[in-house]
């Protein structure tokens, strides 16, 4: 019996594997594909897990969806995705004219685009799809407008300056790519109910970028995923007042995004009230204190 060892955050834990792990190097990351026995193939990217096969749907659905149901969604940006599974979700709308994914990891792309293709039921394969293997930081001065912008990278972490800097780059270039009725999704991470000093400094930087910006609200929803063994947020920034249509989805092949997961992933409880983002703010009212 072999096992797979992460640590994070300072905890270790202890995968048994079902199979040999498989090893990719590129030029940005170390890739390994892990046989775990509970939660089945999992991607790691310099050992950090990104997903696990078998609750992935959860966050990917909860990633996309929400942002899918409010805007028009012709043409949709995916920065980051490179495994392809935010992709596979955008998919499943039928209007979708056009998605743009921009990674900058070729290596990561061409695994998915052939040898695990099964993983995003061969998303990249669509004509509507374009790839760009590009550092987002590099296209700062491009013009570009779409309706759905989706931040599916690495998790923020303010603590690092490294990472706090990439962000507030990151922000104004997301809001250059924007129009009066974009909805943007932000993977936000994860967090403890003593430790969201991370979600407080990116609300800060989103209500800097934002500022002044009429007609423009800031949302934020959490969920659960086993394999990530914590909660989730996303950030989102959406026209204010519009919310979402559940009638228009009984023809879409959600797993978990419906009513009344929506429900309670926007519910908090009162500890974390007045420390960050809990409710729909517009953002030319937000006022947050770090």
């Not at 790691?44 to 805007?71: N, T, W």
């Not at 790519?177 to 000093?197: D, K, M």
């Amino acid at each position: 019996m072999s096992f797979f060892v992460e640590s994070e955050n300072g905890i270790r834990r202890s995968y048994e594997l079902t199979a040999t792990t498989q090893r990719y190097i590129s030029d940005r990351a170390r890739i390994e594909i892990v046989p775990t026995a509970l939660f089945g193939d999992a991607l790691y990217l310099d050992g950090c897990l990104q997903f696990a096969r078998k609750d992935e749907y959860i966050y990917h659905e909860m990633l996309v969806h929400p942002a899918m149901s409010i805007s028009c969604r012709k043409r949709i940006c995916i920065l980051g995705g490179g495994d392809g599974c935010a992709l596979r979700e955008v998919l499943k709308w039928p209007d979708v004219e056009h998605v743009t994914v921009i990674d900058w990891d070729a290596r990561l792309v061409y695994l998915f685009q052939d040898e695990y293709a099964l993983w995003n039921l061969q998303s990249f394969h669509d004509p509507r799809v374009d790839v760009e293997i590009a550092d987002i930081l590099n296209l700062a001065d491009e013009k570009r407008e779409y309706d759905v912008i989706l931040v599916d990278l690495l998790d923020p972490n303010y603590a690092d300056k490294e990472s706090a800097g990439f962000w507030q780059e990151l922000l104004e270039i997301v809001k250059k790519w924007t129009h009066s009725q974009t909805t943007i999704v932000f993977n936000a991470g994860g967090y403890l109910p003593w430790e969201v000093s991370t979600l407080q400094a990116l609300t800060s930087d989103i209500r800097y970028e934002w500022e002044g910006s009429k007609g423009v609200e800031l949302l934020s929803y959490h969920i659960f995923v086993p394999s990530f063994a914590n909660e989730w947020c996303f950030f989102m920034i959406r026209p204010s007042g519009k919310t979402i249509d559940f009638s228009q989805m009984t023809r879409n092949n959600f797993r978990y995004f419906n009513e009344s997961t929506w429900t309670q992933a926007t519910l908090w409880t009162h500890e974390y009230k007045g420390r960050f983002v809990t409710h729909p703010v517009k953002l030319s009212d937000l006022v947050i204190s770090l």
